[in-house]
């Protein structure tokens, strides 16, 4: 795509419509001069240089990266008319959209039935779900892995439910035996179930859990804001091929929250959450006596706790869409990209003197940390953060960030190291960039050098 052609196209295209409502002058307080707008444009564009480059697949840290031209084309087109999604009338193209986008994500993962939207956020998108889940379970608490993203303890406390983190196994699991510990309590309603953790993209075992729904009567809420995507994966051909149990098992849940901005190639923010019970929605019913009358249909923002919303997101992922849906022909060759470097490294890796594995990747997250004598944790810990900072001031940059193991963790995968601290860092990179499959050699020849360079 040739980006600075299809943006003109966007400005011309909006104003050609524009043009049909007839002329009007535009008021002299929001005039610029071209002259004044460029000295400005020139510092702006100089400070956004203080970045680090996303789009280079030396960027393997944390899990950013540009969107889609088809993204951007998208987003900028409907943000020049600049629609709001909360009601029928302040968006109606973008509405449905929306609509049409969310049943696709909804489709993706076999849902027959759905309700849903998008929000800014999966910490929104999870919000939600837990909001509901304390509506249909009230003064019962939430359990979820102690390595799910801390949104759903942040949650929980802002809407008055006890949290209970679960430890996890020595893959980063929740531990079904300690949640139904928790749950033979009666005091925990709804469990959280992690496909695609951010620290090390680990998958719960979402299949072998659906029992305990009917054992305890508890709702299953899968939190796949990270992972989500991968799903396209499940039982695919190839190296980059996941098993399928996990992810066919989500249909079965009764929430999901997505990130499109992450893996859906989108920009910031575009999350999404999802309920297979479209009944749920009388949990947000209410009144806005100037919002809602241009249609009997349902407006999005009578089914959303978040009140205004850019149209523009539903533009950008509904255009995205249309190139490359959420299927496996689709997305799905793009992550599968991204799954076959992780792979890559992690086989390098273990054959390497310099470096070692901290776990086998399950997504696209390479984690490792470098060899040492004494193999000590606090030897970890240094080394660890010596090359990441080695790595970004360094004449050929590359860019990785790490991660907090605490001694229970890393001596369950890793017990011949000393645990001499509570915990080490160690290096962990995002592979979510498809060009990461043609760069990871290069990747981990210059992460070995800056190992070996002390």
Sequence with gaps: MDLQHWLGRAN?????????????????????????????????????????????????????????????VGYLT?????????????????????????????????????????TTSGTIANLEALFVARELHPGRGVAYSADAHYTHGRMCHVLGMKGYPIPTDDRGRISLDALDDVLRTGEVGTVV??????????????????????RYGVRLHVDAAYGGFFTLLAGADGPEGLPPEPWRAIARCDSIVVDPHKHGLQPYGCGAVLFRDPEVGRFYLHDSPYTYFTSSELHLGEISLECSRAGASAAALWLTFQLLPPAPEGLGRVLGAGRRAALRWSELISASDALELYQRPELDIVSYFPAVEPATLTAVDAASARVLADGMTGPDPVFLSTLKADREAFTARHPKVDADAVG???????????????HVERLHDRVERLTRSR
């Design 78 to 118: 409907a943000m020049l008319i600049n629609p709001n999604n909360h009601a029928l009338d302040g968006g109606p193209a973008t509405a449905r959209m929306e609509r049409e986008a969310v049943a696709q994500l909804a489709a993706m993962f076999g849902y027959d039935t759905h309700l849903g939207h998008l």
């Design 193 to 214: 179930l992690t496909a695609g953790t951010t620290g090390l993209g680990a998958i719960d075992p979402i299949h072998t859990a659906l029992p305990l729904r009917d």
């Design 424 to 438: 080490a860092r160690v290096l962990r990179s995002v592979l979510m960039k498809p060009e990461s499959e043609h």
């Design 12 to 72: 011309d295209a909006i104003q050609e419509w524009a043009d049909t409502f007839g002329p009007y002058e535009r008021h002299p307080s929001l005039l610029v001069e071209d002259d004044r707008f460029a000295a400005l444009f020139e510092e702006f564009t100089g400070r956004l240089t203080d970045n680090y480059p996303f789009f280079h697949p030396n960027y393997a840290g944390q899990m950013l990266k540009p969107p889609h031209p088809a993204a951007v």
